[in-house]
């Protein structure tokens, strides 16, 4: 399986961006997908996630509110809306898949990682 991340750029604080996952080799409806970021010298962390067929949905604390995890499986892609975008949002953002049946946070549920695509909030 494949996973490419796209939509990744430089934001205005406040300003939005949409970040795509688009995947082949495996149906994304069927997985569990995430998305994680990690900033410069900090861990990756988990930032939103949604179980198969779209059933449920997870966010970080420091998100919600903010960003919107959706799929168009379709185009077999999932997408993270971010919105109200902060500096402390610059990180390189990641998506995962993993066949586990809930939104996990867990980085080592996930066994498909893409590149990453970076995002910087900066005036």
């Known amino acids: 399986m494949q996973l490419v991340e796209s939509g990744g750029g430089l934001v205005q604080p406040g300003g939005s961006l949409r970040l795509s996952c688009a995947a082949s080799?495996?149906?994304?409806?069927?997985?569990?997908v995430g998305w994680f970021r990690q900033a410069p010298g900090k861990e990756r962390e988990f930032v939103a996630a949604?179980?198969?067929?779209?059933?449920?949905?997870a966010y970080a604390d420091s998100v919600k509110g903010r960003f919107t995890i959706s799929t168009s499986y379709a185009k077999n892609t999932v997408y993270l809306q971010m919105n109200s975008l902060k500096p402390e949002d610059t990180a390189v953002y990641y998506c995962?898949?993993?066949?586990?049946?809930?939104?996990?946070?867990?980085?080592?549920?996930?066994?498909?990682w893409g590149q990453g695509t970076q995002v910087t909030v900066s005036s």
């Open positions: 949604v179980t198969r067929f779209g059933g449920s949905t």
């Open positions: 080799g495996r149906t994304l409806s069927r997985s569990t």
């Open positions: 995962a898949t993993t066949l586990e049946a809930s939104p996990s946070r867990v980085q080592a549920a996930y066994d498909y």
